[in-house]
């Protein structure tokens, strides 16, 4: 079984700028969320997307979106870049409730954002 | 609301030795445990879970875990460390009970294991 995908992998971005990062779950996993990883602050959590609604949300401002699809893909946009937006970002699916119950988060090995 | 903490930013022990990583939490319901390891420049790989059941639970590369409840803590251990053991651990509390399904990372525990 294919594991989660992250594209790009690698992103260079300008102050001002906005980006979209997509994740790809596993199959038949409906769960997918969303980290920023950075030095400083560690593990962040973004927010959480099951069945295409959003369940919940990370203390991140209105910059930070996301959305899920029907296939369960989800895609996460960052508008108007600024520095402190540099860090790995990280996309997790799980299986939850509903699907074996295994509610453990399999991660995608990331995008690096650089923000310049 | 739910936390989790790592006491200790770095472990290091000498290979072939026992190892322990220590994790406290708190969360209002039942707790959702979890430890995972992240290698340089990789995602993170999940270790083991606590969801219900026996105290000890086992994982993945011979790692293990207690749970204590009393002591609302989750402490990642192994009989003898490898070298390639050498990682960054996290341990996360996941929310379920309120249908959330929000993790919490502890800040990371940098384990270094020496020849």
């Known amino acids: 079984k294919a594991g989660v995908t992250q594209t790009p992998r690698y992103l260079i971005k300008t102050r001002g700028q906005q980006v979209t990062l997509s994740c790809s779950p596993i199959?038949?996993?409906?769960?997918v969320s969303w980290y920023q990883q950075t030095p400083g602050q560690g593990l962040q959590f973004l927010f959480e997307?099951?069945?295409?609604?959003?369940?919940n949300k990370g203390n991140f401002p209105g910059r930070f979106s996301g959305r899920q699809f029907s296939n369960s893909r989800s895609e996460m946009n960052v508008s108007t870049l600024e520095l402190g937006d540099s860090a790995l970002y990280l996309c997790?699916?799980?299986?939850?409730?509903?699907?074996?119950?295994?509610?453990?988060?399999?991660f995608g090995p990331g995008t690096r954002l650089t923000v310049t | 609301a739910q936390s989790v903490a790592q006491p200790e930013d770095q472990v290091n022990v000498a290979e072939g030795n026992p190892l322990t990583v220590k994790c406290t939490y708190s969360?209002?319901?039942?707790?959702?445990l979890f430890w995972y390891v992240q290698y340089p420049n990789r995602g993170l790989q999940f270790l083991l879970k606590?969801?219900?059941?026996?105290?000890l639970v086992k994982g993945s590369y011979g790692f293990e875990a207690e749970f204590n409840k009393s002591q609302t803590s989750f402490h990642l251990k192994k009989p003898s460390a490898l070298v390639s053991d050498s990682a960054l651990y996290f341990c996360?509390?996941?929310?379920?009970?309120?249908?959330?399904?929000?993790?919490?990372f502890g800040d990371g525990t940098t384990l270094t294991v020496k020849p």
């Open positions: 997790a699916s799980s299986g939850d409730r509903g699907y074996l119950g295994t509610y453990e988060q399999y």
């Open positions: 199959s038949g996993h409906r769960s």
């Open positions: 997307y099951f069945s295409e609604t959003q369940r």
């Open positions: 969360v209002s319901g039942n707790p959702y």
């Open positions: 606590y969801i219900t059941g026996d105290n």
């Open positions: 996360a509390v996941r929310d379920l009970n309120t249908n959330a399904g929000k993790s919490t």
